[in-house]
């Protein structure tokens, strides 16, 4: 199993397409609160275009990348997030622009999946009691 794997894991999250490198986690002053931050980068290896369909024959290139700060369950009390930087790509063939994309957060949400389980599963524990 990959580091990336294990702290994927650690985090309860899962997607091939995450990557950790060295130094993965800081510490950080978000809104006066000291928290962690974890840092990962996203990429798709796209074998067609999601928006014409036609086959990445070398016609989807990387296109520079944009950093989302997302709001993760507190690991060891402490609030955490995750700072994803994900690949941007341009289909040559459609001149379409497009983003990778993870199981992990919804496009465009800034708050983890698991977030909002955690949620769900905290106030159900409170209706049930
Ligand atoms: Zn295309």
């Given at each position: ?7 994927l894991?650690?985090?309860?999250m899962?997607?091939k ?6 130094n ?11 928290v ?5 980068y996203?990429k ?8 014409c369909?036609?086959i ?9 990348t944009r ?14 997030y995750l700072e994803?930087?994900?690949q941007k790509y341009?289909c ?20 983890s999946?698991?977030?909002?389980y ?6 159900k524990?409170i209706?049930l009691?």
């Amino acid at each position: 199993m990959s580091i990336s794997n294990s702290i994927l894991k650690s985090l309860n999250m899962e997607d091939k397409n995450v990557i950790f490198n060295e130094n993965f986690v800081e510490n950080r002053k978000i809104k006066g609160k000291k928290v962690l931050v974890y840092k990962g980068y996203l990429k798709n290896n796209y074998e067609y275009c999601p928006v014409c369909g036609c086959i990445n024959d070398n016609s989807i290139l990387k296109n520079g990348t944009r950093k989302s700060l997302i709001k993760i369950p507190k690991v060891s009390e402490l609030i955490s997030y995750l700072e994803l930087t994900k690949q941007k790509y341009k289909c040559n063939m459609c001149n379409k622009r497009f983003i990778a994309k993870t199981n992990i957060v919804e496009y465009r949400c800034r708050i983890s999946n698991n977030t909002k389980y955690s949620v769900i599963n905290y106030v159900k524990d409170i209706l049930l009691k």
